[in-house]
């Protein structure tokens, strides 16, 4: 038992295996004789058999031997042990050797005993090794007594040794707490005296760092102050320099600028005097050009010399001016020689004016002559048509004048278009107005002129300037705001322009005005009036066209119960649009472009330059409709007579038929009458308006067809298809913007009121 296995594998293993192994044991590694590894195997293994062997000693000897043994393990193992455990193993080791062991022979036989390791452990965890010799069997019952006893002896030695370990285990405990309590009070007086460290600390880099920072901005400061120093002596030297560099430039502008107002003087003196010269010489040429009284009799060369030297005066002037700018004094003086060489073109044009106006004074005269004539020959035929009028009867189907007389009664035939050929007078013939339509015409002008001239006091009185803006004011306010807002808008204007003509008080900006205060006032508004209704015709209508339907309402409603009024419009809409009257006016030889076209209607500038053809067209339009609406609109009161009713549109029809047509001027104010009016007309006279629209699309446009270029028959192609749709469909569609029956019964706000 006293033997481990380890122990019994190692002395059962072979020497080799135990030679091997006991050189891994740390005393195996040490040399104890340096002729042990001279020796060889054999003797190697007999003296390690030799040490191994046990002794041969007696029984008795091996006996106390082993006693021994234990003895000296209970002393070592008791060192760690109370005394008290000690004691009774000593007790119980003398009772277990005097129990058993017997006396000890001298010699025994080496057969009859063996030899064995024992361990036995003490409570405290020390083993003791004891060797025994067992004798014989018999000898076997003393070392289980033993045994037992040594575990009995163990468990009281366990019980008691737990009791001291509990002991000791609380008593550590208690030490325990006390020394953590220690170590939690050492832990806050070390965290307090660290924190109040870190705050030292803290305090001590804060202080550290603002000492630092306040040595920087001192370093700062100073190294700012020597910059600022020597900023301070850098800019004084450059100020220094400055002022030299100044004071030399100065000096050298000066010279320069001298130099340059010295040339500059020089080159103003040339360019004055040369510009004298250019405004001096085209005075004389536009005063010697505008100063003849005849400049369509000037032939063509010296217009255009005019024209050419005008031009070269212009951008002589304008090249001066650019010269002045630059300072180029030689290009001065070769505008000075190019001006000398106009003085010849001016000699020329002063020979051919004075030519022009010797000649213009005979043909005046002539035409004058002639004039005179033809009013001689035109009352004297109105004095035979007067006497045949009283002798024969009121219709004449050959004689135009009775043609004309009789539209108002009765629509004439296709075939009186003819009618008025034998009855023109030559007079007629040069003037270039149907024969019948000159008193007519000649009345009209002469009424304009002795209206004109009844108010010539009234408007060149300065003291009477401001009634004359008043009375200005009260005919243009209601013209210009005409609008279709309603019937009682319309009524109103109507109204306020009757009171005004009639002698009753208006009110003016605040102010009663009445044109009683002046005997002239009435013509004075008459006439204005009506030239604004044609300007409203011009203008207004011309890019409107509705708004001729309720101009010419306001028209209508003045005219009947003023027929002065319906005279001086008249007037006005033949001298804007002559077409009206039909008035077309051949170019005679001799007549200017401008003067030609003037008569015809065009506005010319000052200088001569008419408007364009569109323009032209434009407001000629604007006007014939604002005709056909006067023509076609009723009266607002029904008991009075319309002034100027459709009859004067259909003989007007009739009249142009009778003319031969204006390239343009002729399609065009056809179209406009016959869209505003033609419906009524229509309506009116039925079935024989329809022949006349046959007539005219069959044989008339033929005619405007010859003598139409190519590129002006945008007027002829509208009149072509209108005229083509009215007769394919056999009516005449009703104009838009005209004013139905029930319009002049609303108000402003929508309602509705009785017309009387």
């Known amino acids: 038992k006293l033997l481990t296995p380890r122990k019994l594998e190692i002395m059962s293993a072979a020497p080799e295996v135990v030679i091997a192994a006991l050189k891994q044991t740390p005393k195996g590694r040490l040399s104890y004789d340096s002729q042990w590894d001279e020796c060889s195997s054999t003797e190697k293994l007999g003296l390690l058999q030799t040490l191994t062997s046990p002794p041969s000693h007696s029984p008795e000897a091996l006996q106390y031997i082993a006693e021994r043994a234990r003895r000296l393990s209970l002393e070592n193992d008791a060192r760690r042990l109370p005394s008290g455990v000690f004691s009774k193993m000593a007790a119980l080791g003398d009772s277990a050797t005097l129990t058993s062991a017997p006396p000890l022979p001298h010699s025994t036989p080496s057969h009859m005993h063996t030899s064995t390791n024992a361990t036995i452990t003490t409570p405290m965890g020390n083993s003791l090794n004891v060797m025994t010799i067992s004798m014989a069997t018999t000898d076997g019952s003393v070392i289980g007594e033993i045994t037992q006893e040594l575990e009995e002896c163990e468990q009281s030695l366990d019980d008691q040794l737990m009791v001291e370990v509990e002991q000791k285990v609380e008593l550590y405990r208690h030490h325990f707490r006390e020394q953590l309590e220690r170590v939690r009070e050492e832990s806050k007086e070390r965290y307090e005296h660290e924190r109040r460290v870190r705050a030292r600390r803290r305090e001590l880099e804060t202080a550290r760092q603002q000492l630092k920072e306040m040595q920087q901005r001192q370093a700062i400061d100073k190294t700012m102050a020597l910059l600022s120093e020597r900023y301070q002596q850098h800019e004084e030297m450059m100020e220094a320099k400055l002022r030299t560099g100044e004071e030399q430039k100065m000096e050298m502008i000066r010279k320069i600028e001298e130099r340059r107002r010295k040339s500059l003087q020089k080159l103003q003196e040339h360019c004055r005097e040369l510009r004298e010269e250019l405004l001096e010489l085209s005075r004389k040429f536009t005063a010697t050009y505008r100063g003849c009284r005849y400049p369509h009799l000037l032939p063509k060369s010296t217009t255009g010399s005019y024209e050419m030297a005008l031009a070269q005066l212009r951008s002589m002037q304008e090249a001066l001016v650019v010269q002045e700018q630059s300072g180029q004094i030689q290009q001065v003086a070769l505008l000075k020689a190019h001006l000398t060489g106009l003085l010849p073109l001016l000699a020329e044009l002063s020979s051919a004016v004075e030519e022009a106006g010797q000649r213009g004074d005979r043909e005046e005269r002539e035409r004058e002559e002639l004039l005179r004539m033809a009013a001689q020959r035109l009352q004297e035929q109105q004095k035979q048509e007067q006497q045949k009028q009283q002798e024969q009867q009121v219709k004449q189907e050959k004689s135009q004048g009775a043609v004309d007389q009789s539209t108002a009664a009765q629509p004439p035939t296709a075939s009186s278009s003819g009618a008025t050929a034998a009855s023109d007078s030559r007079a007629a013939k040069e003037l270039g107005i149907p024969a019948s339509m000159v008193p007519v015409y000649g009345q009209l002008q002469d009424n304009l002129s002795q209206t004109i001239a009844a108010y010539d006091s009234l408007t060149k009185d300065p003291q009477l300037k401001k009634y004359r803006f008043d009375l200005m004011k009260a005919v243009g306010t209601p013209i210009n705001t005409i609008s279709t807002q309603s019937g009682e808008h319309l009524i109103n204007k109507i109204t306020t322009l009757r009171k005004l003509l009639s002698g009753q008080s208006v009110e003016v900006t605040g102010r009663p005005l009445s044109i009683n205060l002046h005997p002239q006032a009435k013509s004075y508004c008459c006439n204005l009036l009506a030239k604004k209704i044609v300007?409203?015709?011009?203008?207004?209508?011309?890019?409107?066209?509705?708004?001729?339907?309720?101009?010419?309402?306001?028209?209508?409603?003045?005219?009947?119960?003023?027929?002065?009024?319906?005279?001086?419009?008249?007037?006005?809409?033949?001298?804007?649009?002559?077409?009206?009257?039909?008035?077309?006016?051949?170019?005679?030889?001799?007549?200017?472009?401008?003067?030609?076209?003037?008569?015809?209607?065009?506005?010319?500038?000052?200088?001569?330059?008419?408007?364009?053809?569109?323009?032209?067209?434009?407001?000629?339009?604007?006007?014939?409709?604002?005709?056909?609406?006067?023509?076609?609109?009723?009266?607002?009161?029904?008991?009075?007579?319309?002034?100027?009713?459709?009859?004067?549109?259909?003989?007007?029809?009739?009249?142009?038929?009778?003319?031969?047509?204006?390239?343009?001027?002729?399609?065009?104010?056809?179209?406009?009458?016959?869209?505003?009016?033609?419906?009524?007309?229509?309506?009116?006279?039925?079935?024989?308006?329809?022949?006349?629209?046959?007539?005219?699309?069959?044989?008339?446009?033929?005619?405007?067809?010859?003598?139409?270029?190519?590129?002006?028959?945008?007027?002829?192609?509208?009149?072509?298809?209108?005229?083509?749709?009215?007769?394919?469909?056999?009516?005449?569609?009703?104009?838009?913007?005209?004013?139905?029956?029930?319009?002049?019964?609303?108000?402003?706000?929508?309602?509705?009121i009785a017309v009387a």
């Open 535 to 752: 300007r409203q015709g011009e203008e207004q209508v011309a890019s409107r066209t509705d708004t001729a339907f309720p101009i010419a309402a306001v028209a209508v409603g003045i005219w009947t119960e003023f027929p002065e009024l319906g005279q001086l419009i008249l007037a006005h809409l033949h001298s804007s649009c002559p077409v009206l009257v039909p008035f077309y006016i051949p170019k005679k030889e001799g007549m200017s472009t401008a003067e030609h076209l003037k008569l015809q209607g065009y506005k010319v500038s000052p200088d001569g330059t008419a408007e364009s053809e569109d323009i032209f067209l434009k407001r000629m339009s604007g006007v014939t409709r604002l005709y056909a609406a006067i023509i076609q609109t009723p009266p607002l009161f029904p008991d009075k007579p319309h002034p100027h009713g459709l009859e004067h549109g259909w003989a007007w029809l009739a009249r142009v038929l009778n003319l031969e047509p204006h390239p343009t001027l002729t399609a065009t104010a056809i179209y406009d009458l016959l869209e505003v009016a033609g419906h009524a007309l229509m309506k009116k006279y039925g079935r024989q308006f329809r022949k006349l629209l046959f007539t005219l699309c069959k044989e008339y446009i033929h005619k405007i067809e010859k003598v139409t270029p190519e590129h002006q028959r945008g007027p002829l192609a509208r009149l072509t298809q209108f005229l083509e749709e009215c007769v394919t469909s056999g009516r005449i569609p009703e104009p838009k913007g005209c004013l139905s029956a029930e319009f002049w019964r609303t108000r402003s706000h929508g309602a509705y």
